[in-house]
């Protein structure tokens, strides 16, 4: 036993290794197209009272290849037959609704010298449902007295038939196609609605076919291929099977013949080799042809300065003729320098190049948050750095107040600026001069609630800026209330 589970396994192992080592499996046959397929023709039902032609009918299709030879088809068929004797007043009409899948067969896609059929020879097999209703006159149905009436059915049916194809393009083709119907069961002597029974015994002795010749156009249709990223090729059944292969043993054959041959023997095979007579010895590039690094037309085996300064001349031997230098000297340097600096000039700071920093406030408010405190920091260090200077104070709100509510409140908040700096970091208040614009002034166009419109900012005051007066309203003792229709 232990010898028949070690034979076991080592036979296992041996498989999984050989199966490892395997080279791996090229396909030849990418995902193709769909088709679908639209038919007319001229169905009628071959029983026991002659069929009287024309009917009319048609449907639909869609049918996918299995492989190069077989595929597989559903299809709808709506038909309308006429029966009627000529030797008698029997006579019938029928309605048919089916639904049906099919196995088809492509007899003639195992020929091997074109990439793709142009005919096509179908044959067909299939199973399928069918509601009829068949209208009859002067016929007496088994189980009746009446000569006139209806016969409707439901049932199963085993469908078969051939076709011939041409294919227009690689998207389209027609075909000719003949399919017979045989309905399984009672039913299927009723299609004329004549049930033609033997003597003595209800056993049905003659069945009825739905024959249906018609003519189908068909459209191949499909995305892309998920592996190759290219459109889907057309139906394998109209493809050669061995189309992959051969264009894989063409693409082969048009490759060039590898030749080493390297007549100068630089390294570069002549195949590739633009320059097959280079100097022996001599240093190449890629495509074989003599190096000169530094593009002075003078080959690098001849030039004794490969890397000349660029811009100069070379002679023959591909040496620059670089001019001596005239040497400066220290007292030269000290001159030069001299006169520069007698004419240079530092450039003149001025408050229009500065960011001076903006300070903003609650709705409603003209108290100076804690958090601005840096900010105000900042531009009385700029003061403090530049005696000279002088900054207008532009107080600014948004517009959810009156007019002249918003007037007020941007005036106090540029005076609760002013007063801060002046109190916490000593800044005269003559070098601040007050402004206000109330509403008017705004950064963001809003009718609403705004921070960046509740702000003061700064700039520097130029020539005739003065404190500008303070406009009509209540004063407030910290904090405005109001709202757009007024105080």
């Known amino acids: 036993m232990r010898k028949l589970i070690f034979t076991f396994l080592f036979g296992a192992s041996a498989l999984s290794m050989s199966a490892q ?54 299809g709808a068929l709506f038909g309308k037959g006429f029966n009627e004797n000529t030797k008698d007043t029997r006579s019938s009409d029928i309605s048919w609704v089916s639904g049906n899948a099919e196995l088809v067969l492509a007899l003639n896609n195992l020929i091997w010298d074109k990439p793709n059929r142009k005919f096509l020879l179908n044959g067909f097999v299939g199973l399928g449902a069918v509601n009829y209703t068949t209208n009859y ?81 068909n459209f191949n249709l499909g995305g892309k291929d998920k592996v190759t990223g290219q459109p889907k090729p057309e139906p394998r059944y109209w493809v050669n099977p061995l189309d992959g292969v051969a264009k894989a043993i063409s693409d082969l054959e048009a490759r060039p013949i590898y030749n080493n041959t390297d007549t100068d023997g630089d390294g570069i095979i002549d195949d590739i080799d633009q320059e097959d007579n280079s100097p022996a010895g001599a240093r190449v590039d890629t495509k074989g042809v003599t190096l000169d690094s530094d593009g002075d037309k003078v080959p690098d085996y001849k030039d004794k300065e490969p890397y000349s300064a660029p811009g100069y001349k070379v002679d023959a031997m591909g040496v620059a003729q670089v001019p001596k230098p005239n040497f400066v000297t220290e007292e030269d340097v000290n001159r030069i320098v001299d006169a520069k600096l007698a004419n240079f000039k530092l450039p003149s700071s001025s408050v229009t190049d500065w960011f001076l920093p903006m300070v903003n406030f609650d709705a409603n408010s003209y108290t100076v948050k804690k958090s601005e405190y840096e900010k105000l920091y900042q531009v009385a260090q700029v003061l403090k750095s530049n005696t000279a200077l002088k900054l207008v104070v532009s107080g600014n709100t948004d517009r959810t107040s009156s007019e002249k509510y918003n007037n007020v409140l941007s005036y106090n908040r540029a005076n609760a600026v002013i007063a801060h700096l002046t109190s916490q970091h000593g800044i005269a208040r003559e070098r601040l001069v007050l402004d206000w614009a109330g509403e008017g002034n705004s950064i963001i166009n809003t009718n609403g609630a705004n921070a960046t419109n509740r702000r003061v900012e700064f700039r520097g005051a130029k020539a005739g800026d003065a404190d500008k007066a303070r406009p009509e309203g209540k004063a407030g003792t910290g904090s405005i209330e109001g709202n757009k229709s007024g105080f």
């Open 137 to 217: 006159k002067n016929v007496v149905v088994s189980g009746s007295t009446a000569t006139e009436g209806e016969v409707s059915n439901t049932a199963s049916f085993m469908n078969g038939g051939f076709g011939l194809a041409y294919r227009l393009s690689p998207k389209v083709n027609i075909g000719l196609e003949y399919t017979i119907y045989s309905v399984f069961g009672r039913p299927g002597d009723l299609l004329d609605a004549d049930e033609n029974i033997s003597s003595g015994t209800s056993s049905t002795t003659y069945r009825d076919n739905m024959n249906y010749p018609h003519l189908t156009i």
């Open 21 to 74: 080592d395997a080279a791996p499996y090229r396909s030849f046959s990418p995902a193709d197209q769909w088709e679908l397929g639209v038919h007319l023709g001229m169905p009628f039902v071959n029983g026991d009272i002659s069929p009287k032609l024309p009917g009319y009918g048609g449907g639909l299709h869609v049918r996918k290849s299995l492989d190069h030879l077989f595929s597989v088809r559903a």
